[in-house]
């Protein structure tokens, strides 16, 4: 899972963000600052507690920092998602007012915690896997991740 210290070549900022699960085991957010308000809805309703959702965006990210335009786009029902080397765009689908502009480098911030608290959630163990049971959910996600795209995650060895 990796520690909550920044990644190596990252910004330390300060995206006063606070994620908790409710009686239903789903993700919650709490914002500080209301101008991250639609980045915590997109989070908890798009990406939501599918592992590979955050892999794909932790990717796009990745892509975008580094210089490189995102393998494809952001596919959603509920958020039109824009990644460029310098702002992450979120247009909710669902609310026409809702619209968020996000420096890559808060994003980017924003997701390595979203993905750590994805890691610690507790185990739905009543639901049976076919890929790899054997591994912790998130761990049978990123393998299937790199198998479907046939690479490792840009991430790997760095946040997982």
């Known amino acids: 899972m990796g520690s909550t210290a920044p990644l190596p070549g990252t910004a330390v900022l300060s995206v006063d963000i606070a994620f908790s699960l409710d009686g239903f085991r789903l993700p919650l957010y709490e914002v500080a600052d209301q101008r991250y308000e639609t980045l915590g809805v997109w989070l908890i309703s798009d990406i939501s507690i599918y592992f590979r959702a955050c892999l794909d965006a932790l990717e796009m990210v990745d892509d ?64 049976i896997r076919e890929y790899h049971p054997d591994l912790p959910q998130w761990q049978a996600d990123l393998l299937l991740w790199e198998e479907t795209w046939k690479r490792p995650h840009p991430y790997r060895g760095r946040l997982f």
């Open 64 to 127: 975008v920092s580094n210089g490189r335009r995102p393998a494809e786009e952001w596919s959603s029902d509920k958020f039109e998602v824009g990644f460029t080397p310098e702002r992450v765009s979120l247009q909710n689908l669902w609310l026409e007012g809702q619209h968020g502009e996000y420096a890559v480098p808060e994003v980017r911030e924003v997701l390595e915690r979203y993905w750590r608290f994805l890691v610690t959630m507790p185990e739905r163990t009543h639901l």
